[in-house]
T-cell receptor, first 115, second 115 residues
Framework: AQSVAQPEDQVNVAEGNPLTVKCTYS??????LFWYVQYPNRGLQFLLK??????LVKGSYGFEAEFNKSQTSFHLKKPSALVSDSALYFC?????????????FGTGTKLQVIP | DTEVTQTPKHLVMGMTNKKSLKCEQH?????MYWYKQKAKKPPELMFV???????INESVPSRFSPECPNSSLLNLHLHALQPEDSALYLC??????????????FGSGTQLSVL
């Protein structure tokens, strides 16, 4: 089965410090990986995606993610955390399903940035 | 316009009621989705419409009935729901091609409570 895993339910980081939210994947063939963020009582917002090419992907709001094929990881990073980054973060993979594509999400990681 | 609009934002219904959730987008997207999300859990795919035809049904109970009247609208008809169906229902859309790099655009969701 093709899936993503987020090993941490919650990550706490001090404002101004670098942050990392972890994601590992299990995909046969080429992985198509995404990060989404969800603020309270809102839908999910796209942050960035990896399809092919450069292993370092830059996205919205200063976030970036590093694709590592040997470690099957796609960790989300930001050099300097803001209190407003506090939210729920989902890693996702797009997989084929009967000729169509569907997106499967990881279990989510709550990021808490402490002032 | 890069929004997906969902109405109502909140809905409380009894187990014998019939209600409908509505979703609208004007981005010209040809794929539309319904997801169900329990608190602090990832969204779970329910249905996918591609070019106004139902392409994926994730074995959803028949008390949930999707409808796609045209390329901009997506409905979810609810009948005889159970309390365990209480959740945040998210609508999403994407361009609708077969490409792997499509990102999803989400609405803010309908928070459903079944009494």
């Amino acid at each position: 089965a093709q899936s993503v895993a987020q090993p941490e339910d919650q990550v706490n980081v001090a404002e101004g410090n670098p942050l990392t939210v972890k994601c590992t994947y299990s995909v046969s063939g080429n992985p198509y990986l995404f990060w989404y963020v969800q603020y309270p009582n809102r839908g999910l917002q796209f942050l960035l995606k990896y399809i092919t090419g450069d292993n370092l992907v830059k996205g919205s709001y200063g976030f970036e993610a590093e694709f590592n094929k040997s470690q099957t990881s796609f960790h989300l990073k930001k050099p300097s955390a803001l209190v407003s980054d506090s939210a729920l973060y989902f890693c996702a993979v797009r997989v084929p399903s009967g000729g169509y594509q569907k997106v499967t999400f990881g279990t989510g990681t709550k990021l808490q940035v402490i002032p | 316009d890069t929004e997906v609009t969902q109405t109502p934002k909140h809905l409380v219904m009894g187990m014998t009621n019939k209600k409908s959730l509505k979703c609208e987008q004007h981005m010209g997207h040809r794929a539309m989705y319904w997801y169900k999300q329990k608190a602090k859990k990832p969204p779970e795919l329910m249905f996918v419409y591609s070019y106004e035809k139902l392409s994926i049904n994730e074995s959803v109970p028949s008390r949930f009935s999707p409808e796609c009247p045209n390329s901009s609208l997506l409905n979810l008809h609810l009948h005889a729901l159970q309390p365990e169906d209480s959740a945040l229902y998210l609508c999403a859309s994407s361009q609708g091609g077969s490409g792997h790099n499509e990102k999803l655009f989400f609405g803010s969701g309908t928070q459903l409570s079944v009494l």
